[in-house]
């Protein structure tokens, strides 16, 4: 109690503060890539979540200690894990969270999560994006994103109860946030056998990639902890060509307050919006590039 206390999420409040919207982002990260066991011999919990990649465990270690004041460090085994204090996980099946390997289990995702407001929902989202979302890739064009899925997998008896209800809650949260995503949906194509020989399908849903579609999405859900996904080049991509219509549209009418934006534009294509630019501010008069510059300064 006095952990939790420290950590500022005990009263648990639903809050904009820094401590609940990490433990918003780390809940959803939990149903992705994180596990939380119970060891009956001592009746105490074991929970972490896992990184394949160093530097996003240590970004979640530095964002841990900026909310919660912990100190938290990745062990590698394989891949990265971080384990997070048993209070934490205890908290969490307070809150609902599935105890065990969550393929086995059935659940759905807890009601009070839609009853949040729209920020916290994003923080929920992209922790369980950063966790188990495929990262989202470019096509050849450049202007476009490849289909973009999250998945799950479910063992073989209650896969199809996990899709109507848990992946379908998913579905249904990021829809009422107004972004398209398809209806879950099995793979019966390619079943999954442990050692054991238990079987398990995946279930999987797909943002649409519909440009503005893709922009609203990888803008509220980030991939904080998956630093190759590189959604910074990726939204900058998809972004272009509304950035260079605004660009243009301001020079040819100047009738609003100059975009904030900065691009890198096609061969030739900056040289003559500056030629154009010059010329119509100056009236194609001599020092033109020199009333450009006065005018771009103030």
Aim: hydrophobic content about 35%; glycine content about 6%.
């Amino acid at each position: 109690v006095k952990e939790l206390e420290n950590m500022g999420l005990l009263p648990l409040k639903i809050s904009d503060n820094l401590a609940f919207q990490q433990f918003m982002i780390t809940f959803g990260f939990r149903y992705a890539d994180g596990c939380i066991y119970e060891q009956k011999r001592n009746r105490s919990f074991t929970t972490y979540v896992c990184f394949g990649e160093k530097v996003d465990a240590l970004k979640f270690c530095e964002d841990v200690k900026n909310a919660w004041n912990i100190n938290l460090s990745p062990h590698l085994n394989g891949i990265y894990y971080v384990y997070l204090p048993a209070s934490l996980g205890r908290l969490m099946i307070h809150v609902q969270s599935p105890i065990g390997n969550k393929s086995y289990k059935k659940f759905r995702l807890p009601e009070w999560i839609f009853n949040l407001n729209t920020s916290l929902k994003w923080k929920f989202i992209y922790g369980l994006f950063s966790g188990d979302g495929a990262s989202p890739l470019l096509k050849k064009s450049k202007n476009s994103c490849e289909s973009l899925k999250f998945s799950l997998n479910a063992r073989e008896d209650i896969v199809k109860e996990f899709c109507d209800g848990f992946m379908n809650d998913i579905k249904n949260l990021i829809s009422g946030l107004g972004v398209n995503v398809t209806e879950p949906k099995i793979d019966w194509n390619h079943p999954l056998i442990s050692k054991e020989g238990i079987i398990t399908y995946s279930v999987l849903i797909r943002i649409s990639t519909k440009k503005e579609n893709m922009i609203k999405f990888l803008e509220n859900a980030p991939y904080t902890y998956r630093k190759r996904a590189k959604i910074k080049d990726i939204l900058d991509a998809l972004k272009y060509k509304n950035r260079i219509k605004e660009l243009k549209q301001y020079i040819k009418y100047q009738d609003s307050n100059p975009p904030e934006i900065c691009v890198l534009l096609k061969k030739d294509l900056q040289k003559n919006l500056i030629i154009n630019a010059a010329n119509k501010i100056s009236n194609d008069n001599w020092g033109k590039y020199k009333k450009l510059a006065y005018y771009l300064k103030f």
